[in-house]
Nanobody, 128 residues
């Protein structure tokens, strides 16, 4: 059974950077597209970024384009979200999630309902 664990969250000042990690156990992440999502108090969970199972395709929500970078390291069975130039509105619990390969190595999606496996989340707080 695939299990996902996020780490790397914390408190950072506006303009600062954090790198989140999503490490899997139970299965290799090579067979999964991986998404990063975030949820602020009182708000719906939203898709932030996704990387295809091949690693060759990525998607970002408009608000983070140019600031966040998603990547994966097959050897470490880990997906990363590098977050730069952080803003207070980036404050949220960040979750990683996985979709098993279903016919395309290039598939990406930011739709919450499409994801089957979820981590427990890690808190990111951007504040001065």
């Amino acid at each position: 059974q695939l299990q996902l664990v996020e780490s790397g969250g914390g408190l950072v000042q506006p303009g600062g950077s954090l790198r989140l990690s999503c490490t899997a156990s139970g299965s290799t992440l090579d067979y999964y597209a991986i998404g990063w999502f975030r949820q602020a108090p009182g708000k719906e969970r939203e898709g932030v970024s996704c990387i295809s199972s091949s690693g060759g395709d990525t998607n970002y929500t408009d608000s983070v384009k140019g600031r966040f970078t998603i990547s994966r390291d097959s050897a470490k069975n880990t997906v990363y979200l590098q977050m730069n130039r952080l803003k207070p509105e980036d404050t949220a619990v960040y979750y990683c999630a996985a979709i098993y390969y279903s016919g395309s190595y290039h598939y990406t999606t930011l739709r919450v309902y499409e994801y089957d496996y979820w981590g427990q989340g890690t808190q990111v707080t951007v504040s001065s």
